[in-house]
T-cell receptor, first 115, second 111 residues
């Protein structure tokens, strides 16, 4: 099946640090990737849609200068949380849409803890 | 009213039981329906993917869509403790659209 690799799986860092999360589709091309945030016992909250070669589209209320997204190739998108603060602590999950059938496949998430 | 409603549970069943998980929705434009399974501290895994109304079976899993009632179901036969997870429904108006997710139902299958 389609595999999406997300790295790192766990980050613990000090307030003010910038953190970069990578999302790779390993065996398919993904012109579109998505970044979600998930709080405990809550559903996925879409943060932004990332299209290869163009600027990301951010959902209402998501600061684009805070959450920088780059989608430079058909298999890689990155999310950088700039100057992270404790309120940014969360579970971040990426997904990639398979261009051939439109199905969406998820990475295993990154648990970010800002001290 | 949310676009997609899903009871968060938890739903606790004995091993071997038939499990029924459900979602209702309000947007009649939804055509594609998906079920994902999410284990703790992991990303969601696509289980079933159906288009329009009808049934689809894959092993112990059956997905059912009733567009007239705006109601979808996932049935799990002969449930196992390893099926314990959160199950999220998702749906979209088309393959190029962004899916809308339910909040997930926590399932516990006890031995």
């Amino acid at each position: 099946g389609a595999v999406v690799s997300q790295h790192p799986s766990r980050v613990i860092c000090k307030s003010g640090t910038s953190v970069k999360i990578e999302c790779r589709s390993l065996d398919f091309q993904a012109t579109t990737m998505f970044w979600y945030r998930q709080f405990p016992k809550q559903s996925l909250m879409l943060m932004a849609t990332s299209n290869e070669g163009s600027k990301a589209t951010y959902e209402q209320g998501v600061e684009k200068d805070k959450f920088l997204i780059n989608h430079a190739s058909l298999t890689l998108s990155t999310l950088t949380v700039t100057s992270a603060h404790p309120e940014d602590s969360s579970f971040y999950i990426c997904s990639a849409r398979d261009s051939t059938d439109g199905t969406q496949h998820f990475g295993d998430g990154t648990r970010l803890s800002i001290l | 009213q949310k676009e997609v409603e899903q009871d968060p549970g938890p739903l606790s069943v004995p091993e071997g039981a038939i499990v029924s998980l459900n979602c209702t929705y309000s947007n009649s434009a939804f055509q594609y329906f998906m079920w994902y399974r999410q284990y703790s501290r992991k990303g969601p895994e696509l289980l079933m993917y159906t288009y329009s109304s009808g049934n689809k079976e894959d092993g112990r899993f059956t997905a059912q869509v009733d567009k007239s009632s705006k109601y979808i179901s996932l049935f799990i036969r002969d449930s196992q403790p390893s099926d314990s997870a959160t199950y999220l429904c998702a749906m979209s108006a088309g393959g190029s659209y962004i899916p809308t997710f339910g909040r997930g139902t926590s399932l516990i299958v006890h031995p």
